[in-house]
């Protein structure tokens, strides 16, 4: 149990870390009065929101411990609680950075590119790092009081209950305000981005810190604490302790590589900073690789757990790395899309549509060959332990895709100040690295759920101890009949919730620009509490409805159709749920991209017909990217949790067996 | 034996009535000389397009022999060949009959709706009769030469490549005339639609031709001979040669109740054609149903088999109603997708979209309750007998699907020929009860389609011997994995050919407006020919690599992964094929009635904003309704078959067991 100690330290020395380069952010100047006043509109605005989802969050998370507690058991109510608490945290100290680093952004961007870059992707780094370091000490702890990973399975749903409303309330939130910001502002008035006139405007700025800062790292949080807990319950069931520790070990091994990649993320003058941003990722993937060749053969474990966790690592990359093909503006994709728009709106969709169907292909491609690798060299287990050496990078990962909605962040404030068109250039440079991140992390994103679920699915066969999940039983493929319609419903459900709350915003700006004097020529302030009251509260509205229902299907189907057609259902939800998951992010983003490509100027540029039909695609893709796409990764992982967390109950209570 | 004589004598009075239909619609007055010579342009289109199809499919069909005599045995050749033939001819006659009818029609509608009506139900008649009709007779007959059901494997085989190739290639050929003639003749000249000036106007009506009538009797055949042929493999795997028989007596009580159906339908005067249509088929499927239980009691088969039969019919019957509440013009869905037009295009296709995903839900619940209530009656045999009951109504609902495109060719060829107001009126009213017919056809043709691909599912298994296909074995859910991406990825191949192949299309008609002096003025004629070809040409080139690249990888998996691994490929693309058909179908279906909603005068009517935003949403649904969608009802049905018919090879070849 002594090894568990570099565990919890690593888990320790991670928080520190966090903390000292939060207050090496905070440190910096924040600019001047104006500057110090939009970011506080900002930070109030996402302050209210945290807090209205987290009082809503509170009521859920009570709930569910009682039920945990009168139909399970006490240390399943523990630790449920203790995951939630520990991904609130790490989402709300993400947040809270990333309020501070924005501006701080702007005000060194005063001073030049490279001084503002350490800026926003510290900051970033205080989210990647706060993540790991919650997950790896709250595990490590936990495991070292109870010793069973089974009932640490609390900690990993309560972490995924959480990341969903984080992630699915953030996403319809983040594309409320979005969409109700440019329909009335940029179409139907007339103003530029990011235009101070605009009520919409703050709670639009809000919608990139709520939705991509503390939704992607909640997103992630979740995966990485699943892939863990479950690499554990496999290990432990195979291999006893030593089983159940490696896949903490290696977690631990990923902590403190990437804690070394985030300090030698630096850009050089005139550098590109998405290379350099790509750069810690590689040095951190191959600091891993040899801690995690140290960490298995000093402790004498078979090198084939090692070439399975490197058959994961392998796949994280690939996946992100085509996803970043069907997504990047240099790429055919993009430009065939963006040259079909000359022919209209309906040809833009149907090619992006096509285009974001074809993606899929690759990134199956490559979950399925780390699977047959990892099986082949480690059975189960090597699945799992894949799982694991993907996820080993989050804390590099979430570093620098935090640093893509701070930079966002910063350049509209620098707009909403008027700042020099020097500084907004150099911010949007920034901002464009930020993108391509965003791309290859959402691939990897949605990769590292897909072997977390596999993984997942091979534990609750563990935790239900049946033999089989057979196809030719009829349950069972009514089962995945069932669980294949659940991703497709989760989604058209928050993208209805989105058009709804949209129309709710549009209303409201329309009628502000209407109604307060002035307000169209610069001398009155609008409104902008109330927009993001009408984002808040609506993204908790129609966020609700989908979970709860996902969550009721499994236990129902659970109850009814037995433990083995439960076991069918999360197999046709993982089936549907990654396939509409990719296809949603990639044609979403490749639809963004091909507007941003008509608009350097091909295909008769910004406020040509094909610049049009670009940016209604681009508009049907913001929700399927922002919303719906990567909401699925945590659908699944709490579906599997639920499962297995409930699998006892399920047991003495089903009608089938 | 001798109740094959049964199947065997109405396969024949099936043929015989249609042929009795197809002279008394040949008797029938063909109008002006105007009027027959644009449906003798339809025609010729129609025929060059079969002709080059035909003869692209008898190189095709040379080569499978080929390869199933090299690599099988002469039986399954030889029953491939006349399974092609078969349905080959269906496809032939009920475009012929089609050709003659739609002029027919026009020419009777001078007198009156009520005389028009049995023209074009009479020509739609002939194609479901025969259907069915070469289905029974054929089957039968070959089962009673060989006696061995693994043997007529070949017949279905033939039967769905065909279909697959009419289905897809009529797809991509429809809706590349119709994107074609809509963007540059409604769009950019501002012509009305079915303007004789516009040179694709007649590759349009060709359209409806090999798209709707040739092309959706393609597909419900191969359904229909799927169903049965798994069903006698079943059958006979449990029950010997009573088992194998029933399906083929049940196919035969189906063909009589459609036969007696088909005479019944009559329109009262001053009633709604849609009315007559339905009762038709309710009344088919009541005479079925009594009939049905005849059989079974007299020959002495368990009563549960009678209601795994009806268990089936219901389903089906269900399904149809609620795809048509979610694309019925007269429901919320399609209201609310055209209320949010008002927001423009892109929030009207989120919401279409997702009222696409959210439709799938009742179908699926009622494809898995038939699944199990067969099941519960008489085990995997029922499931597979339940296929058979739902699709034994296939001669009414393919004569009343028929109906359809006739009409709609009537009405073409009337506003081509500048008749009254009046007749086109008429025409209007019966093209309308079309659409709906066509909306109820299509849930069931997907409902049919998805209880036949689990009972080939389950002979699958039955043919290749294994017990299980266990979810929980690594390759067969990396064989799920990509069985799920099949479905997805063949849909976008298809749509981005429709797309390239209307972009062709679209340089051509704006060539002719350009270069032809006199064609917008009506002086000079365009040429039509031109169009025809290219539609032709294109639609075959683009439909061969998705058809080619889904038989590939499912041999491909066979032969590397296994006969369980295939197995779980063919769960997986079931799972997401009729998933996808579903929500294409669905969706398409409400973005066209939303279009057509508010050109009723909703929401600003005709020309408004809305209306813009409506017909952006109804050509991205065009390609999913009538090309992709329905195409993946068949592209499942082939690939099952192709697994099951070269399982004999996977299972001495295959590099894993």
């Known amino acids: 149990m002594d090894v568990l100690m ?47 989802q987290y009082t809503a969050l509170g009521v859920f998370t009570a709930a569910m411990t009682l039920i945990l507690l009168i139909f399970l058991d006490r240390e399943t109510a523990l630790t449920y609680v203790i995951g939630s608490l520990c991904s609130a945290s790490a989402g709300y100290f993400g947040m809270i950075v990333a ?53 640490i399975l609390g900690f990993s749903l309560g972490a995924s209950t959480i990341s969903l409303f984080a992630k699915a309330g953030g996403g319809v939130y983040t594309k409320t305000a979005d969409i109700g910001a440019d329909l009335v502002g940029k179409v139907e008035v007339g103003i530029p981005e990011d235009d101070p006139r605009n009520p919409a405007v703050i709670a639009d700025n809000v919608g990139d810190n709520v939705g991509d800062v503390a939704g992607m790292g909640a997103d992630i949080f979740d995966s990485y604490v699943a892939s863990l807990v479950s690499a554990m319950l496999l290990g432990a069931a195979y291999y006893g302790v030593s089983g159940a520790i490696l896949p903490l070990l290696l977690a631990a091994m990923g902590v403190i590589a990437a804690i070394i990649g985030v300090f030698l993320v630096r850009v050089r003058r005139g550098e590109d900073p998405g290379k350099a941003l790509n750069r810690g990722t590689y040095i951190t993937c191959l600091l891993f690789s040899i801690l995690a060749f140290a960490v298995i053969y000093l402790q004498g474990y078979d090198l084939n757990l090692f070439y399975s966790t490197i058959a994961g690592l392998v796949a994280g990359v690939v996946i992100g790395v085509t996803s970043d093909y069907f997504t990047s503006i240099n790429r055919r994709p993009v430009q065939v899309i963006a040259e079909s728009s000359q022919t209209g709106a309906a040809i833009n969709l149907l090619t992006g549509f096509s285009y974001g169907l074809i993606s899929i292909v690759p990134s199956i491609v490559g979950i399925c060959a780390a699977t047959i690798a990892a099986w082949f060299f480690a059975g189960l287990y090597g699945i799992a332990i894949s799982a694991v050496g993907m996820l080993s990078i989050t804390g590099m990962i979430v570093s620098s895709d935090a640093y893509g909605p701070i930079v966002d962040n910063a350049k509209g404030i620098a707009e909403q100040a008027g700042l020099e068109e020097e500084v907004v250039g150099s911010l949007d440079l920034l901002d464009a690295a930020g993108n391509t991140t965003k791309a290859i992390t959402k691939g990897f994103a949605i990769g590292a759920a897909a072997l977390t679920v596999l993984s997942l699915f091979a534990s609750y066969a563990e935790i239900v101890g049946i033999e089989r999940i057979d196809l030719m039983k009829p349950h069972v493929i009514v089962g995945a009949f069932i669980g294949a319609f659940i991703p497709p419903l989760f989604s058209a459900m928050l993208i209805l919730g989105v058009g709804r709350n949209a129309f709710r915003m549009i209303e409201e700006v329309r ?6 004097p002035g307000l169209m020529e610069g001398r009155a302030r609008p409104d902008y509490a109330r927009c993001v009251d009408i984002a808040t509260k609506g993204a908790l509205r129609e966020l609700i409805p989908p979970s709860l229902l996902s969550i009721a299907i499994t236990l129902i189907v659970g109850f009814v159709l037995g433990v083995e057609a439960l076991g069918g259902y999360l197999a046709g ?85």
């Not at 009065?33 to 929101?49: L, S």
């Not at 001084?115 to 992707?121: I, L, Q, R």
């Open 511 to 516: 009628r502000q620009f209407r109604e307060i």
């Open 6 to 52: 570099i565990v919890i330290l690593s888990g320790l020395l991670s928080i520190l870390v966090a903390l000292y380069l939060f207050l090496h952010v905070s440190r910096r100047e924040s600019g001047s009065e104006k500057m110090r006043e939009i970011a506080g509109a900002i930070r109030e605005g996402a302050i209210a929101f945290m807090k209205r």
């Open 573 to 657: 939800s993982i089936l549907t749920g990654i396939v509409f998951a990719l296809y949603m992010a990639n044609a979403g983003g490749a639809w963004d991209n091909a507007k941003k490509y008509i608009e350097e100027g091909y295909f008769g540029g910004k406020g040509s017909e094909a610049h049009k039909a670009a940016v209604v695609g681009d508009t049907v893709g913001d929700p399927f990217k922002d919303t719906a796409g990567p909401s699925l990764n945590t659908l699944l992982c709490v579906i599997s949790l639920v499962a297995s967390t409930f699998a006892p109950l399920i047991l003495r209570y089903t009608l089938l067996r």
């Open 99 to 151: 309020l501070k680093a924005n501006v701080r952004t702007t005000n060194a961007a005063l001073e030049g590119l490279e001084k503002a870059f350490p800026v926003a992707f510290y900051g970033g780094a205080v989210m990647g790092l706060s993540i790991v370091g919650l997950a790896v000490l709250g595990l490590g702890v936990l495991y070292r009081i109870f010793g069973d990973p089974n009932l």
